[in-house]
């Protein structure tokens, strides 16, 4: 049976690294907050009630697909298709397929900006098959409209930044929920990462910092890797009770 995505693809290889995957949901929650449709994560309640513990229930839907052979990735996505149809009829709306499209689109972005922070810049050829991947689930959920190839996508990705986002109350909420569970100083960790990883409204919208301290300590990261210490940085990101979740993301990675 094939897989959804080969087992050599660059997109393995982001989402199956556990420190390149928080910092893809970093940078989406900061995004996310912002936009237009930010009112559907609040209308079941889920997201705000526990906010890290959906960017994991995510995570693995995302690494049902990217790590599953191709029948049972189609699985996963109608799964999917059905959840949010659950949720339109509970509300009476269908969800705008604009905000389909952002989704899918802060997916392609982020694993592109996280693996070039911790790793290297994509190639042109891995960012067609990044885009072409996440293209898929979208067509699978029924999306329409989706750009045909990388190039398109990257105009229609500039047109929903400057269209869809705003800063609103659910906002400052969202944000007050990350500081409660992950306490004031890895908040600002949090913040400084994401300043690292957005582009530039978001980090206008959202008054992020242009040039954090962070920055000047990724060197670090590198340091800490290379002795495996890996281990210390997560726990310095998260509190110890999510650090079981953390390593069940990475044992994605040694399983393939």
Same mark, same amino acid.
């Given at each position: 049976? #094939?897989?959804?995505?080969?087992?050599?693809?660059?997109?393995?290889?982001?989402?199956?690294?556990?420190?390149?995957?928080?910092?893809?949901?970093?940078?989406?929650?900061?995004?996310?907050?912002?936009?237009?449709?930010?009112?559907?994560?609040?209308?079941?309640?889920?997201?705000?009630?526990? /906010?890290?513990?959906?960017?994991?229930?995510?995570?693995?839907?995302?690494?049902?697909?990217?790590?599953?052979?191709?029948?049972?990735?189609?699985?996963?996505?109608?799964?999917?298709?059905?959840?949010?149809?659950?949720?339109?009829?509970?509300?009476?709306?269908?969800? /705008?397929?604009?905000?389909?499209?952002?989704?899918?689109?802060? =997916?392609?972005?982020?694993?592109?900006?996280?693996?070039?922070?911790?790793?290297?810049?994509?190639?042109?050829?891995?960012?067609?098959?990044?885009?072409?991947?996440?293209?898929?689930?979208?067509?699978?959920?029924?999306? /329409?409209?989706?750009?045909?190839?990388?190039?398109?996508?990257?105009?229609?990705?500039?047109?929903?930044?400057?269209?869809?986002?705003?800063?609103? #109350?659910?906002?400052?909420?969202?944000f007050g929920r990350y500081r409660e569970?992950?306490?004031?100083?890895?908040?600002?960790?949090?913040?400084?990462?994401?300043?690292? =990883?957005? #582009?530039?409204?978001?980090?206008?919208?959202?008054?992020? #910092?242009?040039? /954090?301290?962070?920055?000047?300590?990724?060197?670090?990261?590198?340091?800490?890797?290379?002795?495996?210490?890996?281990?210390?940085?997560?726990?310095?990101?998260?509190?110890?009770?999510?650090?079981?979740?953390?390593?069940?993301?990475?044992?994605?990675?040694?399983?393939?």
């Amino acid at each position: 049976m #094939p897989d959804f995505v080969d087992r050599r693809s660059i997109v393995r290889t982001i989402w199956g690294n556990a420190d390149v995957v928080l910092l893809i949901f970093a940078g989406s929650a900061a995004e996310f907050a912002l936009n237009r449709a930010v009112d559907w994560l609040f209308f079941t309640g889920k997201l705000p009630a526990d /906010p890290i513990g959906r960017l994991f229930s995510t995570v693995r839907y995302a690494q049902d697909i990217i790590f599953a052979e191709e029948s049972k990735a189609r699985q996963t996505i109608a799964r999917m298709v059905a959840i949010h149809g659950g949720v339109e009829r509970q509300r009476g709306q269908a969800i /705008p397929d604009w905000a389909y499209r952002d989704v899918l689109y802060m =997916l392609v972005d982020y694993s592109e900006r996280a693996h070039q922070l911790l790793r290297r810049p994509l190639t042109a050829g891995e960012r067609e098959e990044l885009y072409r991947t996440f293209r898929r689930v979208g067509e699978g959920m029924h999306v /329409p409209d989706l750009p045909a190839n990388y190039a398109e996508w990257q105009l229609d990705r500039q047109r929903h930044l400057e269209r869809d986002l705003v800063s609103s #109350p659910y906002t400052d909420q969202l944000f007050g929920r990350y500081r409660e569970e992950l306490g004031a100083w890895r908040y600002g960790l949090l913040r400084q990462a994401q300043a690292l =990883l957005v #582009p530039e409204r978001v980090r206008g919208l959202l008054r992020l #910092p242009a040039r /954090p301290g962070l920055f000047y300590t990724l060197w670090m990261y590198r340091v800490f890797e290379r002795f495996r210490l890996r281990a210390l940085v997560q726990r310095a990101l998260l509190p110890a009770r999510y650090l079981d979740e953390i390593r069940q993301l990475e044992r994605i990675l040694v399983d393939n």
